[in-house]
């Protein structure tokens, strides 16, 4: 297969996952930044990760808050707990990132983490220059309703670098089913916290790293 363009993933294919306890407790903050001093431990649990906006109103709801502002402070304190994760040393570039560095096709990132994160990592591993655009979310209702398997994002990308035939790279089912919902081929990336993930969706290629990647698209 020749591609004309590859689209990464970010968190779990260029850089690893956050700790959850990291994104636990910027959840707990903002709620506290909200003045919500006690919540419920579920209604923590129910925004860290995984958030809809049907869950998100629920919650809201349940505080008398405001969706849209609460969610700007939610994205807020998640994006400084990961900042913070990372200059501690964590979520730390995956080794075989430079491995792309001489690919000749066009390359971009689309995540599902806010913007303003996505470009935190790259430039702070300094790998920005390597990809041609890159996609995250504003912290918006909108924005939220845009994550992935939506492939609004990645249309986006793939749109940027004037990709007709392209290959999308993630670690998640909604990677995968992304990738079906913009009509392109998909390789699940299977790092070591994906070893023994099922998936019930049939991605195109299954590999263990970037140089597989990087073999497919030459």
């Known amino acids: 297969m020749t591609y004309d363009a590859v689209v990464f993933d970010n968190d779990g294919v260029l850089v690893d996952t956050t700790e959850y306890d990291v994104l636990h407790e910027a959840a707990w903050r903002a709620f506290e930044e909200v003045g919500v001093q006690n919540p419920e431990p579920a209604h ?10 049907e869950s998100l109103a629920v919650v809201c709801d349940t505080y008398n808050l405001s969706v849209e502002a609460f969610w700007e402070v939610r ?7 990961q ?8 979520k730390p570039l995956f080794e075989d990132v430079p491995t792309l560095a001489d690919l000749d096709i066009p390359m971009g990132v689309v ?15 300094g790998v920005s220059e390597l990809f041609d655009t890159a996609y995250g979310r504003q912290p918006t209702m909108a924005d939220l309703r845009r994550k992935k398997p939506d492939p609004h994002f990645l249309e986006q990308a793939l749109a940027d670098l004037d990709a007709e035939d392209a290959l999308y790279v993630g670690d998640r089912e909604s990677d995968i089913t992304a990738a079906v919902n913009a009509g392109i081929d998909s390789a699940f990336i ?3 916290h994906r070893e023994y993930h099922d998936l019930s969706v049939r991605p195109t290629h299954e590999v263990d790293d970037l140089h597989d990647v990087r073999a497919l698209c030459r």
Do not use: C
């Open 75 to 81: 994205d807020r304190t998640s994006h400084e707990a």
């Open 111 to 125: 995540s599902s983490n806010q913007q303003e994160t996505v470009d935190f990592l790259l430039e702070h591993f």
């Open 190 to 192: 299977r790092r070591p």
């Open 44 to 53: 923590v649990e129910e925004i860290v990760v995984g958030v809809t906006p």
């Open 83 to 90: 900042r913070r994760h990372v200059h501690a040393g964590g």
